[in-house]
Nanobody, 115 residues
Framework: QVQLVESGGGLVQPGGSLRLSCAAS????????MGWYRQIPGKQRDLVAT???????TYADSVKGRFTVSRDNTGDTVTLQMNNLKPEDTAVYYC?????????WGQGTQVTVSS
């Protein structure tokens, strides 16, 4: 069964840190570009950070220097380390796996940055 399951969201104060994890079920993800997108109500879902199967990374300008995306050696888990969080980082964060025409999403996890 192909599945992505996120964990690690929550409430954090500005300047704090959170770590999101995504567990991937299905061998397709080992060859996929994996990453994170986020969405706030009424807005489109935007790229946060991705990592290809070969290790190349892409980051949104707004998170460069604060967020780090990584994958374990098996490629089955992708992690987003978020530091120096800002209120504008508040959103539902979705794990994504993409390979050619295949595009999979997790169920999303809420991240709220507020004092």
């Amino acid at each position: 069964q192909v599945q992505l399951v996120e964990s690690g969201g929550g409430l954090v104060q500005p300047g704090g840190s959170l770590r999101l994890s995504c567990a991937a079920s299905g061998s397709i993800f080992r060859r996929s570009t994996m990453g994170w997108y986020r969405q706030i109500p009424g807005k489109q879902r935007d790229l946060v950070a991705t990592m290809s199967a070969g290790g190349s990374t892409t980051y949104a300008d707004s998170v460069k220097g604060r967020f780090t995306v990584s994958r374990d050696n098996t490629g089955d888990t992708v992690t987003l380390q978020m530091n120096n969080l800002k209120p504008e980082d508040t959103a539902v964060y979705y794990c994504n796996g993409t390979l050619f025409a295949y595009n999979y999403w997790g169920q999303g996890t809420q991240v709220t940055v507020s004092s």
